[in-house]
């Protein structure tokens, strides 16, 4: 059974910090590229973050670069999103996503609610 459970998400004050992690089970995690995605109410889905097989290169989107980190932990089949400055903004269900690198392969955790009020 393949799964991704997301956690970390909470209330914080703006400046604040938080961890967010995905625990992934059921596939070989290191064949798939990671990612986080977030979605405020009203808005769309938006790409975080991602992490790529390859170098363990990453990607952010602008409003959060310098600010979030990705990161992933192979042996324990963890990946996490360190977020530093948190602005209210960021406020959103946080998802994380996984993406085979070759197939067509694609799981979505069930998200986790970030807060970030002023």
């Known amino acids: 059974q393949v799964q991704l459970v997301d956690s970390g998400g909470g209330s914080v004050q703006a400046g604040g910090s938080l961890r967010l992690s995905c625990a992934a089970s059921?596939?070989?995690?290191?064949?798939?590229?990671m990612s986080w995605y977030r979605q405020a109410p009203g808005k769309d889905r938006e790409l975080v973050a991602s992490?790529?097989?390859?170098?363990?290169?990453?990607r952010y989107s602008d409003d959060v670069k310098g600010r979030f980190t990705i990161s992933r932990d192979i042996d324990n089949k963890m990946l996490h999103l360190q977020m530093n400055s948190l602005k209210p903004e960021d406020t959103a269900v946080y998802y994380c996503?996984?993406?085979?690198?070759?197939?067509?392969?694609?799981?979505w955790g069930q998200g986790t609610q970030v807060i970030v009020s002023s």
């Open positions: 992490l790529f097989t390859s170098g363990g290169s990453t």
């Open positions: 059921g596939f070989t995690f290191s064949n798939y590229i």
């Open positions: 996503r996984a993406r085979h690198v070759m197939l067509v392969n694609e799981y």
